[in-house]
T-cell receptor, first 114, second 114 residues
């Protein structure tokens, strides 16, 4: 069965520090992988996606993620966090074996302290 | 450029009442879906549609009905509201499921069933 695990429920970082949010997936073939961000009271916005090709993908707002097939991971990174990055982050997986469905992780809440 | 529009933004229902959450997109997207978001559980798929006239169940379909009579609209109906359906509901659309495309989310409907 397909699933997504985000092991960190909540992360706190200082402004200017680097960030890594973890995402592990369970999927039987090459997955489609996504990271979304949700600001309070808002819908979800796509940060970046991986379908194929280069395993290091660049997204909006200075975020990047690396697909590691051997570790079934798709971790999100940012070199220097800004206070405006405080939000909820969701990893999602889809693909040809998921019956037209996307599966979301439970989310990681990011707090940025000055 | 409206994107995905959900109405209403907030709703309070009494147990046993019925209602319809509206979702409309103006991007001519084939794929539309409904999710519910609950604390600690991420987003769970309720129903989805890969095109007009075609709908299917997601992970948590019980208590909800959908229809897709047009490409633009994908309403979600609660037949007899229960307190367990208290949640935030998101509608999403994408060009289609199979190609390199992102999902666009509405702003959400916060539903409380008392």
């Amino acid at each position: 069965a397909q699933s997504v695990t985000q092991p960190d429920i909540h992360i706190t970082v200082s402004e200017g520090a680097s960030l890594e949010l973890r995402c592990n997936y369970s999927y039987g073939a090459t997955p489609y992988l996504f990271w979304y961000v949700q600001s309070p009271g808002q819908g979800l916005q796509l940060l970046l996606k991986y379908f194929s090709g280069d395993t290091l993908v660049q997204g909006i707002k200075g975020f990047e993620a690396e697909f590691k097939r051997s570790q079934s991971s798709f971790n999100l990174r940012k070199p220097s966090v800004h206070w405006s990055d405080a939000a909820e982050y969701f990893c999602a997986v889809g693909g040809t074996n998921t019956g037209n469905q996307f599966y979301f992780g439970t989310g990681t809440s990011l707090t940025v302290i000055p | 450029n409206a994107g995905v529009t959900q109405t209403p933004k907030f709703q309070v229902l009494k147990t046993g009442q019925s209602m319809t959450l509206q979702c409309a997109q103006d991007m001519n997207h084939e794929y539309m879906s409904w999710y519910r978001q609950d604390p600690g559980m991420g987003l769970r798929l309720i129903h989805y549609s890969v095109g007009a006239g075609i709908t299917d169940q997601g992970e948590v379909p019980n208590g909800y009905n959908v229809s897709r009579s047009t490409t633009e609209d994908f309403p979600l109906r609660l037949l007899s509201a229960a307190p367990s359906q208290t949640s935030v509901y998101f509608c999403a659309s994408s060009q289609n499921y199979w190609t390199n495309t992102e999902a666009f989310f509405g702003q959400g409907t916060r539903l409380t069933v008392v």
